[in-house]
């Protein structure tokens, strides 16, 4: 059965700090994906990856940068948070180059105080 | 630019009142077509791929078809554990297999 999870599913955090969101697959995919969902905007997708230590800017990268040293495992950092990135953050993943389907973890909310 | 659009937005249905839902889109090179179901503050769960016009895939009491132009999402005697936002995504000619979203359709089935 397919599983993407998220480390956290609710986090809040003080401006300024540092945030680490993870996330982790067990289908062996070759692409993940975060996004982040806001109401009236729908999703929106930060930055996804195509490899291992491979990354491509998505639609709205700005204040957010990402790590992927596993193929499994994809993280998205905010380097320094703003209460503007209070929001559900979902990471999704797919196997190969051809629009396969993305499979979705559960989200994590992230409250920026 | 890619675009996918989803009417309407909110919909309220009578429990047993079946209707559809739209996603119109103009994704260049489609190469699939998405349908999932989100409850709050969860992620997104997938229902179905289409993949060219003329195909038709069911679940239960749900059936998801595609044109050139469009994807129905067909719901059948709806019950109230329907209710959820249905969200329309489409996959493109760019690689890896980005996809557009709509906004989604909220659908409440009141019993």
């Known amino acids: 059965d397919v599983k993407v999870t998220q480390s956290s599913r609710y986090l809040v955090k003080r401006t300024g700090e540092k945030v680490f969101l993870e996330c982790v697959q067990d289908m062996d995919h070759e692409n993940m994906f975060w996004y982040r969902q806001d109401p009236g905007l729908g999703l929106r997708l930060i930055y996804f990856?195509?490899?291992?230590?491979?990354?491509e800017k998505g639609d709205i990268p700005e204040g957010y940068s990402v790590s992927r040293e596993k193929k499994e495992r994809f993280s998205l950092i905010l380097e320094s948070a703003s209460t503007n990135q209070t929001s559900m953050y979902l990471c999704?993943?797919?196997?190969?180059?051809?629009?396969?389907?993305?499979?979705f973890g559960p989200g994590t909310r992230l409250l920026v105080l | 630019e890619d675009q996918v659009t989803q009417s309407p937005e909110a919909l309220r249905l009578q429990e047993g009142e079946s209707s559809s839902l739209n996603c119109s889109y103009t994704v260049s090179g489609l190469r699939g077509l998405f349908w999932y179901r989100q409850d709050p503050g969860k992620g997104p769960e997938f229902l179905f791929t289409?993949?060219?016009a003329g195909e038709e895939k069911e679940k239960e009491r749900l059936k998801a078809t595609l044109t050139k132009k469009e994807s129905f999402l067909h719901i059948t005697a709806p019950k109230p554990e329907d209710s959820a936002t249905y969200l329309c995504a489409g996959s493109g000619g760019t690689s890896y297999g980005k996809l557009t979203f709509g906004q989604g359709t909220i659908l409440t089935v009141h019993p």
């Open positions: 999704a993943s797919s196997f190969g180059t051809r629009g396969e389907t993305q499979y």
């Open positions: 990856s195509y490899d291992v230590k491979m990354k």
């Open positions: 289409l993949y060219s």
